[in-house]
Every structure is written in C-alpha cells, then in structure tokens.
C-alpha cells in the first residue's frame, strides 16, 4: 500500500458518520450499560446517586449524541 493510498483511506475511515439507526444504538447502548453498571454490577459513582441525580449526571452524555454532526464539505 503506498503512501497516498494510506493516507487517503485513513481520513476516510476518520469521518463522522451517524444515520438515525447508528444514533439510536448508540443511545440504546448507553443506557444499557448504565443499567447493567448500576444493576448487575453496581459501580458505586452509579449506585449511590438517586434517579434525579443520574440522570442529571448522565444527560449531557446523551444529548451529545443526539446533535447532528456538522459535515465539513457542506459549511
């Protein structure tokens, strides 16, 4: 593989890609990890805090991944 070869499949593998099937699994994975972390295995920063308080803890998590990836080519 040369150089150029390398580097160009190297950005392309790099770019943001999110279709709503991808968003909704990536929110439906954080959520069940968060289940399994505070229920099965009970981590304790998970356990301690109240509903109120995870959830404050944990929304900004979630909101990030429901914002649109600018795309660069478009702006």
């Given at each position: 593989?040369?150089?150029?070869?390398?580097?160009?499949?190297?950005?392309?593998?790099?770019?943001?890609?999110?279709?709503?099937?991808?968003?909704?699994?990536?929110?439906?994975?954080?959520?069940?990890g968060?289940a399994?972390?505070?229920?099965?295995?009970?981590?304790?920063?998970?356990v301690e805090?109240?509903?109120?308080?995870?959830?404050?803890m944990?929304?900004p998590?979630?909101?990030?991944?429901?914002?649109?990836?600018?795309?660069?080519?478009?702006?």
């Amino acid at each position: 593989m040369t150089r150029t070869a390398w580097s160009t499949r190297s950005t392309e593998y790099s770019k943001p890609v999110r279709s709503a099937s991808t968003s909704r699994t990536v929110h439906c994975l954080q959520l069940l990890g968060v289940a399994v972390a505070r229920h099965v295995i009970q981590v304790n920063p998970l356990v301690e805090p109240d509903l109120d308080s995870l959830v404050a803890m944990l929304a900004p998590a979630i909101q990030a991944t429901l914002v649109p990836i600018p795309d660069p080519e478009v702006a």
